[in-house]
């Protein structure tokens, strides 16, 4: 499966953004789908993922600012962020990982096997 994210882009702080990752191929049934990102000089770490059976998990630290979800007729797969601050800014990727129905935690990905190019989320 192909993943292409879109939506990023420069933002104050305490505003908002919505990222999109287009996936080319149904991912309503047998994929887990996860935003992740990575700044400058940081190690990855996981944002949000939610399972073929709706389930959600986020980090701590965008739990009540940032939305998972994922539109199964259109094979979108969404990331709603408000109230951003600074230490958002990241290169945010999404990805999918095969047979894979409930997220019970983040992770940092490496059990993914499909990841998109990236869209940079600037916060300043």
């Known amino acids: 499966v192909q993943l292409v994210e879109s939506g990023g882009g420069l933002v104050q702080p305490g505003g908002s953004l919505t990222l999109s990752c287009a996936a080319s191929?149904?991912?309503?049934?047998?994929?887990?789908m996860g935003w992740f990102r990575q700044d400058f000089g940081k190690q990855r770490e996981g944002v949000a993922a939610?399972?073929?059976?709706?389930?959600?998990v986020y980090a701590d630290s965008v739990k009540g600012r940032f939305t998972i979800a994922k539109d199964n007729e259109k094979n979108i797969l969404y990331l709603q962020m408000h109230t951003l601050k600074a230490e958002d800014t990241a290169m945010y990727f999404c990805?999918?990982?095969?047979?894979?129905?409930?997220?019970?935690?983040?992770?940092?990905?490496?059990?993914?096997?499909?990841w998109g190019q990236g869209t940079q989320v600037t916060v300043s």
């Open positions: 990805a999918a990982r095969r047979v894979c129905f409930r997220v019970t935690d983040v992770t940092a990905g490496y059990e993914y096997n499909y």
């Open positions: 939610i399972g073929a059976d709706g389930s959600t």
């Open positions: 191929e149904d991912i309503s049934k047998v994929y887990c």
